[in-house]
């Protein structure tokens, strides 16, 4: 099963990158809107504040070695280096991605002689880096993917150096604590995962618990959600446009299948089932 999973997050990435950058760019991730959710910006601008203020909630101003888990075709592995002056690491499941992030960071500059950026297909549950390799481990909308919570977030502090700061934002379902999930939640849910190739994602609290079991250190999290859900509908209106449906048209039926399900994003955040949480700890 977890074979199959990662050839089918493989297959989808694989297929809707391209599309994915000819629409929006190289930022992969949601659109901040502000706390609230109310601010009207540009769909790109809103990806790029998304970055700083996450940088600013877990205040990071300073960074050497970062490791880039789930780096997409590099949009916040190439940021996060020009910004920091730092030496960034991103490793994906596809091999469409990394050769596109590998291909920017060439273009940026940043992969000639000494690389300030590298990019690798590399199984984030058994990362092919040393101990203590950096002092930031950013995983923004990857965790998700990953059929084994524990064993990947293991890895993220396994590779941390003493005092590094491990950030997570991930994609949860809404806290269970007063109330489990009903069977309708779930059977959202599971549409949710048939779509975007996920195994299967947590709450919050449950990831915070999991931090704890880990060892990690001066734990914090928040729910964003509010600030982060109008960016379904943008994408949404965005994949009306006649440059995405030829788009889609060419990039096959995983693609064209998350496109025809988008809604399921905008419903769940609309009934607080699906969340957009942050976890931040140290090592």
């Not at 059929?147 to 941390?160: A, D, G, I, W, Y």
């Not at 994408?235 to 809604?263: E, K, M, N, R």
């Amino acid at each position: 099963m977890t074979a199959t999973l990662y050839q089918q997050i493989q297959q989808f990435y694989d297929a809707s990158s391209p599309l994915w950058e000819q629409i929006w760019g190289e930022h992969m991730h949601h659109g901040y809107y502000g706390a609230d959710g109310t601010q009207k910006k540009d769909r790109r601008q809103a990806q790029i504040d998304l970055i700083e203020e996450l940088l600013r909630w877990a205040s990071i101003d300073h960074a050497e070695q970062i490791l880039d888990v789930g780096c997409g075709i590099g949009g916040s592995s190439l940021y996060l280096a020009e910004k920091f002056g730092a030496i960034v690491s991103g490793v994906t499941l596809s091999p469409v991605q990394a050769a596109r992030a590998a291909q920017r960071a060439d273009a940026a500059g940043l992969a000639a002689g000494t690389p300030r950026a590298e990019f690798q297909v590399a199984n984030a549950l058994d990362l092919p880096f040393a101990d203590q390799s950096f002092d930031f481990v950013w995983s923004l909308e990857s965790g998700e993917h990953m059929p084994n919570k524990t064993q990947f977030m293991r890895e993220c502090h396994r590779v941390l150096k003493p005092g590094g700061t491990f950030l997570m934002v991930t994609w949860c379902h809404r806290p269970i604590d007063q109330q489990p999930l009903t069977a309708a939640e779930q059977a959202h849910l599971s549409d949710i995962y048939r779509v975007y190739c996920l195994p299967y994602v947590l709450s919050l609290p449950e990831y915070a618990a999991i931090a704890q079991t880990l060892d990690f250190q001066q734990i914090r999290t928040a729910d964003w959600s509010q600030a982060v859900a109008p960016f379904w509908d943008v994408v949404i209106d965005s994949a009306l446009s006649p440059a995405a449906i030829v788009g889609l048209l060419t990039s096959g039926w995983t693609t064209i299948q998350a496109a025809l399900s988008l809604g399921l994003m905008q419903r769940g955040y609309e009934k607080g089932l699906v969340r957009f949480g942050l976890l931040y700890a140290t090592r």
